[in-house]
Structure formats: structure tokens, C-alpha cells
């Protein structure tokens, strides 16, 4: 089995809420599920530049925020996630499964880590968007109105205990939208929920221009929602249902 094989079995049994392609998502491709490019060609976790330059989201995002965010936090992420899989395939390959649980339970925190922040950077824009159409439309079917999701998962965002994110997420189950709060980087998912839009409220992504005003910061994110992202992935998840 070679390093793509072994990831592709792996990983997305290991902890993600992606699905994979297949036989009961016919119509749908895993580019129009998951659009979010996360490994090389020979399966190594890879850190894709932002989408903009690091000035692009001020004020409500500034400049250093973003560079050590990116650059250490989500590039450590990538890199830990790499060490996860080797330690793996080497325990596996060695027969010697006494620490398996500790990197396979790491692997799952990076890999979440990984793709909620590939996912974080593509959710924002430099200009102040709402959900129309069909997004709009799903928000209200799930929640009543795009104001009552917007007081839903802020709630939800700032009320995390201690790190995580607020996920708005397509659930191919009951084709509806969940908010779901996600500790740390992957814990308390839905399993089979495609995340959507991601709200990072760990203290790196604020905590030098916000200090300890994490509710400031989610208030201030809806500024720079990118909601046609948001849309364009609804519009992919729905194929799968
Ligand atoms: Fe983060």
C-alpha cells in the first residue's frame, strides 16, 4: 500500500467529516464535495498559500494575525499531520501497534486543524457579502432567517469552552443545515456534516488585535463573510444528496 492509498483509507475513516465518492454519490465528484485542495500528488499534507495578500482583511483581520495564523498555526497543523501518518504507516509496518491510538487521535486534531483552516481562509473577503438564492433559501427552511442563523452560530462560536469553531454545515442525512460547536479541531462533529462556513475562535485567530474579546472578534468576522463561498460549497454538498 503506498502513502496515497494508506491516506485515503485512513484519513477520512480517521476522524474528517468529508464523505468519500462512490457508488451512492454518483452524481456528484469529490471536487464538487470537497473543493479544498489538502495533500500533494503523493499524499503529503501540503500548506496552499492564503487566496489574497495579508493586508487584505484589514481592519477586521490584521496584517500579523494573519501571517503567524496562516503561516505557524495552520502550517504547524500541516506539519504535524505529515509526522501523524509516518508514525502510523511505521507502527503498522513494524507490527508494533503500542502507540497507535496517541497518533491516530493526533492525526484526527490535525487533520481538522488542516482542513477547517483551508476552509476559514476561502470563507472570507475583504468586502461585506449576505446569502442569496438557494442559500438563502436553505437558511430559512433550517433556521427561519438568515438573522436567526446569524444569532445561532455566533452564540454558538463564542460560547465554545476554551478553543474550537463554529461550523455551519450541510447534513447530507437530513439535507438540511446544522450548526454544530467543534472543540478544538475535532471534536463534537456530526458524522457525514459538510462544513460549510467556519468560524475560527481559537485565541490565535483574535487574540492580539481583540485581547479577550472573543465576542468583538465573531461580530466583527460577519463583515467579511464571504457567503458566495459559502454558496458555491451548499451547491456542491447538495449533489451528494
Ligand atoms: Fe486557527
Request: net charge neutral; with cysteine.
Amino acid at each position: 500500500m503506498n502513502r496515497k492509498q494508506f491516506l485515503k483509507g485512513t484519513v477520512i475513516a480517521g476522524g474528517a467529516s468529508l464523505l468519500q465518492t462512490g457508488n451512492v454519490f454518483a452524481s456528484a465528484t469529490m471536487a464538487d464535495v470537497v473543493p479544498d485542495k489538502l495533500v500533494d500528488s503523493r499524499g503529503q499534507f501540503i500548506l496552499n498559500p492564503l487566496p489574497y495578500s495579508k493586508t487584505f482583511l484589514e481592519p477586521y483581520m490584521d496584517t500579523e494575525t494573519l501571517h503567524l495564523h496562516h503561516d505557524f498555526h495552520h502550517g504547524g497543523a500541516v506539519k504535524g499531520a505529515n509526522k501523524d501518518m509516518l508514525m502510523i504507516e511505521k507502527a503498522i509496518a513494524d507490527n508494533n501497534l503500542e502507540t497507535v491510538d496517541f497518533w491516530t487521535k493526533k492525526l484526527s486534531y490535525h487533520f481538522g486543524s488542516h482542513l477547517l483552516h483551508t476552509i476559514f481562509w476561502t470563507n472570507l473577503s475583504n468586502k461585506k457579502t449576505e446569502p442569496g438564492g438557494q442559500l438563502l433559501k436553505q437558511i430559512e427552511t433550517s433556521f427561519g432567517s438568515y438573522e436567526r442563523l446569524k444569532g445561532y452560530i455566533a452564540a454558538t462560536a463564542k460560547n465554545i469552552d476554551g478553543n474550537g469553531w463554529g461550523v455551519l454545515a450541510y447534513q447530507p442525512y437530513t439535507k438540511g443545515l446544522s450548526v454544530i460547536q467543534c472543540e478544538n479541531h475535532e471534536k463534537l462533529q456530526q458524522w457525514g456534516a459538510v462544513p460549510l462556513l467556519v468560524i475560527d475562535v481559537w485565541e490565535h485567530a483574535y487574540y492580539l488585535k481583540y485581547k479577550n474579546k472573543r465576542q468583538d472578534f465573531v461580530d466583527t468576522l460577519f463583515n467579511i463573510i464571504n457567503w458566495d463561498n459559502v454558496a458555491d460549497r451548499l451547491n456542491g454538498a447538495v449533489k451528494i444528496s
